[in-house]
Structure formats: C-alpha cells, structure tokens
C-alpha cells in the first residue's frame, strides 16, 4: 500500500478511536478541575515532575527502538523486553526512594504517600512495551485506536468516581494507574503471538543503542517541559502552580491530543517509509506539517479568543488568575506543534544524533527562560514560552536542514495560510465577545463564540484555500473523493 495511504488511514483510525473518548475525557476533566482545588493541581505538577523524569529511564526507548529497527529477530525482541521490565521495576524503586527529596524540596509532607503509589505505574508500563510496539510496528492502528479508548475510558471513571467521592488529590494519581492497567490487560489479550522476555541484553545491544541516545534527549526534552514546574514551584507556591499547570493544560489540550494522534501515526509510518524506499517524501511532510496546521491553529488560538469566558464559565471564578497565562500560551504554542513534527520525523530516519543535539540544545534555552520569566510571577512564566519555543525552533531547524530538505522558509510559508486564517477568526470572535457578552460566567455565550468561530474559519478556509478544505475532507472522509470524482 502507498504510504501516503497508510499514514492517511492511521490518522482516520486513531482519530475515530480518540474522537469518542477525548469527548468524554474532556467532560470529566472540567467536572473534575470544578471538584478540586488549585492546591490538588498544584500537588499533582509536583509529582509528575518526579515521575515525568523516571518515565524516561524506565522506557529506555524501548519502543521506538523496537519500531523504527530496519530488521529485528524474535530473539531481540524478547531481550529487549527483558530489558524493559528491569528498567521499570528498577524505575519503581528509585521513585519510591525520590519521596523523601521530593518532599525536602516542595515543602510538601503528603508528597511522602502520594510518590510511592505513583512508582508502581512503571513497573505496570512496562509490561506494554513489547505488545505496544509490535502493533505499531505492524501499523494495526484499528487495534490501538480501541485500547487507547479502552485506557482512557478506564481513567477517566475512576478519576471522576475518587473526586466525586471528596478523595482530592488521590483521583489525580489512580486515574492514570487505573488507564496504564487497562492499557497492558488490553494488549496482551490482542496480542496472539506473546514473545515471552529474555534477559541476555547483549544479544540487542544496537537496538538498546539507539534507545539509550533517544532516552537522553528525552531526558533533556524533560528539562523543557518540566523546568517551568520546578521553578515555580521553588519561588511561586503550590496556588500559583496550580493557576499555572491549569492554564498549560488548557492550553496544551488540542495540541497533545492532536499531536498524540499525528506522532503515532508518523513514526511508524515514516519508519516503514525510510526502511522500504528512496524517494525523497520531504514534500509530504511540508503537506503533512500544512494540514495539521490548519488544525491545530484553530483549536489554539480558539482557545485564547474565548478563555475570559471558558475559564470562570466552565471551571468556576476561582480560575480567573489562569485567564491571561493561558492566552499568551496558546498565543506561541503552535510552535511547539512544529518542533514536534520535526522531532518525530528525525527519530523517524533513524537520526537519533541529531535529536539528542537537538534536545540538550533545548535544555537550556527553556530552564533559563523560565527562571527569569517566574520573578514576573504567573503571567512572566507563561511569557517565557514566547521566547523560548522560537529561539529553540530556529536551532532545531537549522540542525536539522540537511536531514529533513528544508528549513525556515518553506515551514513559514507551509503555515503561512493556517495562521493567517485563524488570526482572523480569533479576531471577530474576541471582538464580538468584548462587545456584546458582559457576563463571564455565561455559558451559552461561550457556545456562540465557538459556533460563530468554527462558522468563521471554516468559511474563511473553504473560499480562501479550496484545495486544503477538500485535503482535510479527503483524509477524513476518503469516500468523498470517489463522491468528488463523478460529479465531475
């Protein structure tokens, strides 16, 4: 099959299986942030800054080595899942032996029981390593569709049971553990041939290789993202946290579930693609990159054009602090969704030197931003984003050019049209809202805005580029191109 059909047919099965349950987690998130406090948010970011960081040794790269190998034995593989489930329990260890430093560090006596039951997510993970990845591999994204949707399904309940039931922090640290179980149950009962795991690493040595190279810049790429939690939690308390990592997550929500969609459709695709032939396909990642980026601008900016009245309307008065960090968040974000994309392609040609260049470069552009931005409070934290994402994109690319085919130029001209187009839409939306919705707390208004945005930007892309709209009508409604092809 043509690869440009499997990734199109990945994205539709990945979408389909997300579609239903990103609609019910996105409803049980905002009855859960109404049920909670900022202080539970607040203790929830400081313990995935402990267990974001283990994630990475516990996974090693196990997966995306396992994925992108050109030839890998049965052999291998079982070693390499040996390998898998010794760095997760070895992960579970050292996490539970972080509580007390955790606790030293926040100031936080109830970080000493929450940490050690978040470490037993690692050693759980692990077992998904192999299952996980074979699918992947063998680009059977019908069956991944159904058991993310039976993993978040899982988390989702137990998340909202455990706050309806006044459990506070505690629905914040079993709703992921509950998800992880069901992911690996899952797995193992799609999988028919099971390859049971060997503990001779040496016999995968260049396959755990890679994985450690890919491991190190992930490590790095975790100084990025949690850098802004650490610091802040250093100078700022745990309320400022809590309006902070509120306002990201927002802000982070079209992005990571989008971009979650996408990265795992491309990496194994673009593997298959760099292991079966020697075209040049740089063309369809700048078409690739131009068609989620009419996506995701829209569902960012959008976000921004309507937070004075999505935040108090949906999560209550108490937010109001998270309004203006959110907007100027979503306002740089979809640079993110760039740096991504490239990061997935580059481990996708299996250039994991570069990412890692890539990711100790990030390390420390970000940590310094944030450092100075949080003497600014809140706002200046979410500020530093607007320096760092371009400064750090601008390295990224130019490292990266002789690899991917192309640079700024051609990236800024591919996105040129979704940017135009949703600044407008942001526009009229945020004015009609100025000036005709004096209630925050209004919630059908909040639905008008985003009716009358959608409206907006879907007229604007259809009379302004024809060609995209029917791309993103194709990819997602294939039969409408043989529809398309008899009226014509």
């Not at 196990?62 to 489930?85: K, M």
């Not at 309004?323 to 969704?337: E, S």
């Not at 200046?380 to 130019?398: D, E, M, Q």
């Amino acid at each position: 099959m043509h690869h440009g059909k499997e990734f199109n047919r990945a994205l539709r099965w990945l979408a389909a299986g997300r579609l239903a349950a990103q609609t019910l987690s996105w409803a049980i998130t905002i009855l859960v942030i109404r049920l909670l406090t900022p202080a539970d948010y607040g203790l929830a970011a400081m313990v995935s800054t402990v267990s974001t960081l283990i994630t990475l040794v516990a996974e090693f790269g196990f997966g995306v080595a396992l994925i992108q190998a050109r030839e890998i034995s049965r052999e291998q593989s079982a070693n390499v899942f040996g390998a898998a489930i010794v760095f997760g329990i070895l992960s579970s260890l050292v996490m539970m032996a972080l509580a007390p430093v955790a606790v030293t560090f926040y100031g936080e006596a109830r970080l000493a029981h929450i940490v050690p039951v978040t470490a037993a997510s690692f050693s759980i993970a692990a077992l998904a390593t192999l299952p996980d990845a074979q699918l992947r591999r063998e680009l059977r994204f019908r069956a991944l569709s159904f058991i993310d949707f039976i993993s978040a399904l899982t988390g989702g309940l137990t998340t909202l049971a455990l706050a309806f039931q006044g459990k506070g922090v505690w629905a914040l640290v079993y709703g992921p553990l509950a998800a992880n179980t069901a992911r690996v149950i899952v797995l193992h009962i799609i999988i028919p041939d099971r390859i049971m795991p060997r503990f001779q690493l040496r016999k995968a040595f260049q396959i755990i290789r890679f994985g450690g190279q890919i491991t190190i810049a992930r490590f790095a790429t975790y100084l990025v993202t949690q850098s802004d939690i650490l610091i802040a939690g250093r100078f700022l308390g745990k309320d400022a946290v809590g309006y902070y990592s509120v306002a990201l997550d927002l802000a982070m929500l079209p992005l990571s579930k989008i971009m979650n969609i996408v990265n795992q459709a491309a990496l194994p695709t673009l593997s298959k693609m760099d292991r079966e032939t020697s075209d040049d396909q740089r063309p369809k990642l700048l078409d690739a990159l131009r068609r989620v980026g009419y996506v995701i601008f829209p569902g960012i900016w959008g976000i921004a054009a309507v937070a004075p009245w999505l935040v108090p309307g949906f999560l209550g008065p108490k937010w109001a602090s998270a309004i203006l960090p959110l907007q100027i968040v979503c306002a740089i974000l979809p640079i993110r969704m760039v740096s991504t994309l490239v990061s997935t392609a580059i481990t996708s040609f299996g250039r994991a030197d570069i990412e890692l260049r890539n990711g100790l470069t990030a390390m420390f552009i970000f940590p310094l931003a944030f450092f100075a931005g949080v003497h600014f409070g809140v706002v200046g934290l979410a500020g530093a984003w607007c320096i760092a994402l371009p400064l750090n994109l601008f390295i990224t690319l130019f490292r990266s050019k002789k690899v991917l085919g192309f640079g700024h130029f051609e990236i800024g001209m591919a996105l040129s049209r979704p940017a135009m187009y949703s600044g407008l839409m942001v526009i009229l939306v945020y004015g009609t809202g100025q000036l005709f919705i004096a209630d925050p707390l209004n919630r059908q208004a909040i639905l008008f805005l985003v009716l009358e945005g959608a409206a907006i930007y879907i007229a604007t892309l259809w009379f302004g580029d024809r060609k995209a709209s029917l791309d993103l009508l194709t990819l997602f409604l294939p039969k409408f191109k043989g529809f398309q092809s008899k009226q014509a």
